[in-house]
């Protein structure tokens, strides 16, 4: 019982390292500040439970699907940390989804380090705040668009939910579909005949579902305030960037416009902030000077357009001043910055209102006074000071990485990954950028340790090749697990290069159908265009690897849809076969499907094959004549059948009845964890290596065809039989020699041995 937890931990130590110093910064923080940290907008979030008004400063997301659910069964202290476990759950997600496509586990789990163990990370979710649930709801659009490989209109309009209700958090997501739209348009294209209609739909999709929500909330904001929006605000976000550079005298400005045009020199204006001008300008002193009837947004907005208008260059040397500041290494501030104490910790509780009114706020959850405790609060701030933050710099060079990866440097073009890396990476730089235009803060900046970290890992995934796919070792697997053959060879180098030049950095989709054809121009046209789009759910793709071809299969290949790898030289079933499995793998497949290109096994009952993967009963699903039927009229090779049947399952004592039927479905990592090297005769050698190696293997009832074009390249009956039975003893004599035997494991582990499944008949 002890034995898998133990091997899961030796396996994911550094990440097990990085969890628990995230664990400890949090417990010192919710022992350091009680109730919770409680910053300006915290006591507008709080006003507004049960109200839920939407035209003030802040949209009302967070209040609606965290703060309020969270206070219905608990107090701040509770919701902190819930926050907290969240934050942790974040490090998580990003090191399942590097997993997810090849990342390396030390460069998965580096790339968790901003999140775990940043303390600017930490005190924010101390915060009754937004923050967290944004980075949250971003970083589960990208799981969306990318976990199941190429995304649908469906998949991509979840997407477009998710995003919007990322606006309703925090507003400055207001600009991300933008990358997302852009990322769906490069990566769904199903099929090359296709064309741009599988991406428009996708992309109109993801962009429907987006506007949709939106225009429901500013429906609602209607319904309030009777002006249809999004959000209110103390001031105009536009007016505060331009108010600092303005040249009032040389505008052209209304009277009403000069009005509102500070008097101050630019220097001094600079100095003072745009926070100042989008939300403190509106004091007394400067609006009683204004006529009753005076319209102050009007005037700010016209005074904004006109600087916007005759100062461009100002204006965005002061927007890319302060997206460089985001990337510089150490945590400072200039003149005009939002203070940056505000998001450090401090030796006594912090004060953004009047103490009583603080404590009123607090007691009115139930969590009794407030408290700090210097000697701890006072470890975590030298701990943020001293350096327990992430430098600028290294996010920074994140991003120039994961811009090498999406031009394709090294070998990231024929990795599949490009586009993958450009969705997190395009997600930070708009979200960072979009804030800057508004104004600086380092809390703003806290998006980009979840997205460019991960952008990262994709990126050096992508320049330095994904790692070898393969399942968790099982009991009786043998530790290691390689392939005899070298991959890629030159072979394998020429097919791939002329495949990554015919579709770029295009990924699969969650299933893909692969066909091995070596002259099967006849047959394969209507092979595949039985193949559905999709199956139990899940989109499909047709793969051909076309095996040194000298007539037009691969043309017949394109013509009918398929992604078509071609291999300049014939090598075999077996050879083409292992291409494909580790094309699928490196492209973001999650499951893979055999057949042949004869048209002898029945498509229609690929759901047969599919669902007990799905439903993870099985690691390895293959069809059976046995236990189907069979329209051969050939005897010998039917009788040979129910041999090599009994003898595979003699040496390995596990029932199976149908040891080469060609229509099987897999995991994505199991034909690329066991050794392949037979040219021809791979579907035993497959077989009875999964069964050697313990994998769940589970055999389905299915139909056998007569061939329906060209003929068998595999000899005659008493060649055949020859060969195939030298490979079967000769992969079991192989898998003896390397894998350790079951009578000699420990008997907690054969208990929980996996089964070969058979159903009955």
């Known amino acids: 019982m002890i034995a898998a937890p133990a091997r899961h931990l030796r396996a994911h130590w550094l990440l097990a ?26 006591f507008r979030y709080l006003d507004d439970l049960g109200v839920f008004f939407p035209g003030g400063i802040n949209p009302i997301g967070y209040e609606i699907l965290l703060l309020g659910p969270l206070l219905l069964v608990g107090n701040l202290a509770f919701v902190a940390a819930v926050q907290h476990l969240i934050g942790l759950a974040l490090g998580v997600a990003i090191y399942v989804l590097l997993l997810r496509f090849g990342a390396r586990r030390w460069i998965a789990a580096l790339a968790t380090a901003p999140v775990l163990l940043d303390a600017y990370q930490v005190q924010i979710e101390h915060n009754i705040m937004s923050d967290l649930l944004f980075q949250v709801l971003l970083l589960a659009a990208i799981f969306v668009l990318t976990w199941r490989g190429i995304p649908g209109p469906r998949t991509a309009a979840i997407a477009g939910l998710l995003l919007a209700v990322s606006v309703l958090v925090r507003i400055v997501g207001l600009t991300l579909v933008v990358p997302a739209v852009v990322f769906v ?14 991406r428009l739909r996708a992309a109109g999709a993801l962009a429907g579902a987006f506007a949709g929500v939106l225009f429901c909330y500013a429906m609602y904001h ?42 101050e020199p630019v220097e001094a204006r600079e100095k003072q902030g745009i926070d100042f001008y989008i939300h403190f300008w509106h004091v007394s002193v400067n609006t009683d000077r204004l006529p009753d009837d005076f319209d102050l947004n009007a005037a700010q907005s016209g005074m904004a357009a006109k600087v916007l208008a005759q100062q461009p260059l100002d204006v ?57 405790d210097p000697e701890i609060g006072g470890f975590l701030r030298a701990y943020q000071l001293g350096g327990g933050y992430t430098p600028g710099t290294a996010l920074g060079g994140m991003l120039v990485l994961s811009g090498l990866a999406v031009l394709g440097v090294g070998r990231a073009r024929r990795s599949g990954l490009r586009a ?51 399942l968790p070792e099982r009991p009786n697997t043998p530790k290691e697990t390689t392939m005899s053959t070298t991959y890629p060879d030159e072979v394998d180098r020429a097919a791939l290069d002329g495949y990554a030049e015919r579709y770029g950095d295009r990924g699969f989709a969650s299933v893909v159908v692969l066909i091995a054809a070596y002259n099967e121009q006849d047959a394969l046209g209507a092979v595949l265009d039985g193949i559905p789009a999709q199956s139990c759910g899940l989109d499909v793709d047709a793969l051909v690897v076309v095996d040194g071809a000298t007539d037009d299969t691969a043309e017949v290949a394109l013509r009918h849809g398929a992604q078509t790898c071609v291999a300049p030289t014939n090598r075999g079933q077996g050879a083409a076969l292992r291409l494909g499995y580790r094309l699928a793998a490196e492209r973001g497949a999650r499951y893979l499907v055999t057949t042949d290109a004869d048209g002898q096994y029945d498509i229609a009952e690929l759901p047969r094959l599919l669902q007990p993967l799905i439903d993870d009963e099985a690691d390895f699903v293959t069809g059976s004549r046995t236990l189907g039927r069979t329209e051969s009229t050939d005897l010998v090779r039917r009788a040979g059948t129910h041999v090599f049947a009994w003898l595979v399952s003699a040496l390995t004592r596990q029932k199976i009845t149908d040891t080469s039927f060609g229509f099987r479905a897999m995991k994505i990592e199991v034909p690329n964890s066991v050794r392949l090297e037979q040219k021809q005769y791979q579907s035993s050698e497959l077989l009875v ?10 055999e389905q ?3 056998m065809l007569a061939r329906t074009a060209g003929q068998s390249k595999k000899g005659n009956n008493v060649l055949y039989g020859y060969r195939y039975a030298k490979v079967v003893l000769g992969t079991w004599l192989r898998e003896r020699r390397s894998a350790p035997q079951p009578q000699h494991r420990p008997a907690t582990e054969r208990i929980n041995e996996p089964a070969v499944a058979v159903p009955e008949r």
């Open 701 to 703: 009832p299915m139909t």
């Open 420 to 470: 993958v890396t450009l969705l997190p990476a395009g997600l930070a730089t708009t979200v960072l950028a979009t804030a800057a235009a508004m104004e600086f803060s380092w809390r703003y900046q806290l998006p980009g340790l979840v997205l460019l970290p991960l952008a990262g890992g994709l990126a050096l995934t992508a320049i330095i090749g994904p790692r070898r796919a393969r």
């Open 316 to 372: 965005a040397g002061g927007f890319v001043t302060d997206f460089l500041k985001g990337f510089a290494p150490t945590r400072t501030q200039t003149p005009g910055d939002v203070p940056l104490d505000r998001w450090q910790f401090k030796t006594e509780y912090p004060m953004y209102a009047d103490p009583w009114y603080v404590a009123e706020w607090a007691e009115l959850h139930g969590d009794g006074p407030l408290r700090a």
């Open 689 to 698: 290596g999964l069964l050697a190696r313990g994998y769940r293997v589970l």
């Open 17 to 42: 390292l990085l969890l628990l110093g995230g664990v400890v910064l949090r417990v010192l923080a919710q022992l350091a500040y009680r109730p919770a940290l409680l910053y300006i907008d915290s």
């Open 222 to 263: 209607l319904a309030w305030t009777g002006t249809p929006a999004l959000g209110g605000s103390t001031g105009s976000v536009v007016y505060g960037r331009t108010a600092v550079v303005a040249d009032c005298d040389r505008l052209g400005l209304t009277p009403e416009e000069q009005l509102v045009c500070p008097k």
């Open 185 to 198: 348009l490069l990566a769904a294209g199903l099929r090359p005949s296709d064309g741009w209609k599988p």
